[in-house]
């Protein structure tokens, strides 16, 4: 029979409680399960770096760096936002600055060959001299304070940076944010709540009819929180904004892997790649262009990075190259290997150096006609594969003699749907059977991996064997629950919160970077 992907394995006789997830988030035991769905039974433990800790000792801290990373960003704002209009005060007095020396110059002329009048004019040349370096004392004085804020501005990011790691830390590697797609028909959703006052938490609630019939209806809330909540009008830009640091991550040794999580049409492609416009453009394409500016920025510092671009397609348990370009009848077929280094490389695989972020961009284009699409009644567009871009990046500074090696990987998961709700037959019924075993093995291994269980399940699917680097205990692992808010969805939406809560919960050790 199909399994539930949210089902997952229960650790009995651990007590549940985490940094990050909300004591109000809903067990099975104290709250119905919507019509539909099934209870998730995962009891994770809060472990950092092997060792366990109170979760509320855990929480007190994150929430008191969360605070200091607050205070530092509205300082680090202010500082800029006044820094900005010293900078154009600056370029106004120096050009204050320039008007006045031609003048001089050109009465030093007038003086030089005894222009008519010009005891009036040596007056005015003394005054105007004064003046002028009175203006270059302000310059000077300006453009001390700029680079003294711009170095505030600097230390104050550098500190933000260190908190955020520590945090990272004691959190453990994984991360949770939740994204609410826009209502399709426009306006409100009416049982998705996100507080004004806190972008962590969120509301799902239902009005159920009475079952007594009596009393009228009854209004049930499920409470999560997570990371982070976008609502529907974040923009693409605001997204990335807070994944941006992880991304850089990869780039200092630390293997990454952000994957989106969801039901069909929830938005996942849309977070993940978006679209074509600047302002719509998704984690993926703004993920290579920080990496390749940050490369060329740390080049500077005497480092050189080698890229590899690989893209491969899982549809039913069958890897497919994305960047092949070969006939059709001529594909061939892949295997995935781990070799002795605990590398893990798949055969016969398109692994292409690239060196720019238009050479990347190419790559995403190809790969996206290559893509395999199916119609379900769901969605006409909808992706039944799960999509696994990677971005080795290998970096040297031979002054240094210092190396590193990471993996950048971006996941688009397959729609994450129960099988009945999309009346799935034949083919269909094959791609959701496949779909569904290997996100339930996805949450398996999270569970298996924050456990620290000797055996961690990799190669039960073909998902968790490929993505085996990028999930254990030396990444930095962030899952978007990507949600839709149509009302009709309910199940599903319910089904996904507490998938990802279930996620949020899991500590996966300290990552340290590949580096040599
Ligand atoms: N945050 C958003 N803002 C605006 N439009 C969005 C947003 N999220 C999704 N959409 C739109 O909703 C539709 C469905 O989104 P998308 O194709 O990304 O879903 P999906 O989860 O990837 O589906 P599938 O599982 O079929 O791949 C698309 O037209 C997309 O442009």
């Not at 520590?166 to 009416?190: H, M, W, Y």
């Not at 006939?327 to 295997?335: D, G, L, S, V």
């Not at 199916?374 to 990677?390: E, G, I, K, L, W």
């Not at 291994?445 to 073909?462: D, G, M």
Request: proline residues 3%.
């Amino acid at each position: 029979p199909l399994q539930n992907h949210s089902r997952l394995p229960v650790m009995s006789g651990k007590r549940v409680l985490s940094a990050s997830s909300s004591e109000s988030i809903n067990s099975c035991s104290d709250q119905q399960p919507a019509q539909g769905v099934e209870c998730v039974s995962l009891a994770p433990i809060a472990a950092v770096g092997g060792s366990r800790r109170p979760a509320w000792d855990l929480k007190g801290k994150v929430t008191d760096m969360e605070g200091k990373i607050s205070n530092y960003q509205r300082k680090v704002q202010t500082v800029a936002q006044e820094n900005e209009s010293l900078k154009a005060s600056v370029a106004k007095s120096r050009q204050k600055e320039a008007q006045m020396t031609s003048d001089l110059q050109e009465l030093h002329t007038q003086l030089r060959y005894r222009v008519p009048g010009n005891m009036q004019r040596v007056d005015y040349y003394v005054k105007m001299g004064t003046t002028l370096r009175e203006t270059q004392d302000t310059v000077r004085n300006l453009e001390e304070t700029v680079a003294r804020q711009t170095d505030e501005i600097h230390c104050g990011e550098m500190e933000r940076r260190e908190l955020h790691n520590t945090i990272q830390e004691l959190k453990g590697n994984i991360r949770v944010f939740c994204r609410v797609r826009p209502l399709q028909a426009g306006g409100q959703s009416d049982h998705i709540q996100l507080p004004a006052h806190d972008n962590k938490a969120l509301t799902l609630a239902k009005t159920e009819e009475s079952h007594i019939g009596r009393s009228g209806d009854t209004q049930k809330s499920y409470n999560f929180s997570f990371d982070r909540v976008f609502g529907p009008s974040i923009p693409q830009k605001d997204v990335f904004e807070e994944i941006s640091l992880l991304v850089q991550s990869a780039l200092d040794g630390y293997n990454v892997c952000c994957f989106a999580y969801g039901q069909t049409g929830s938005g996942k492609t849309y977070t993940m790649e978006g679209g074509e416009m600047e302002d719509m453009r998704g984690v993926i394409p703004r993920a290579v262009q920080q990496i390749f500016q940050a490369s060329k920025k740390l080049r500077e510092k005497g480092w050189k990075f080698t890229f590899t671009a690989s893209f491969v397609e899982i549809y039913n348990e069958t890897l497919r190259d994305l960047l092949y370009t070969g006939k059709a009848n001529k594909r061939p077929e892949h295997e995935i290997r781990k070799s002795a280094n605990n590398e893990v490389t798949v055969t016969n695989l398109t692994y292409q150096k690239v060196n720019s972020e238009d050479e990347v961009c190419n790559l995403i284009a190809l790969a996206n006609q290559n893509r395999s699409t199916a119609r379900t009644n769901m969605n006409d567009h909808s992706s039944r594969s799960h999509s696994v871009f990677q971005l080795d990046i290998e970096g040297e500074n031979s002054g240094r003699d210092v190396k590193c090696k990471s993996s950048l990987c971006l996941v688009d998961l397959a729609g994450s749907e129960r099988v009945q709700k999309s009346q799935s037959q034949g083919d269909r019924f094959k791609e959701m059977t496949a779909i569904n075993g290997s996100l339930t093995n996805l949450g398996i291994v999270i569970a298996a991996l924050a456990n620290k269980e000797s055996y961690i399940p990799y190669r039960n699917s073909k998902l968790t064997y490929l993505l085996q680097s990028c999930l254990g205990g030396n990444s930095k692992t962030l899952m978007f629950v990507n949600i839709s808010p149509e009302a009709d969805s309910f199940p599903e939406t319910l089904n996904s919160l507490r998938f990802a809560s279930k996620v949020n919960d899991c500590v996966i050790g300290t990552a340290s970077a590949n580096r040599k």
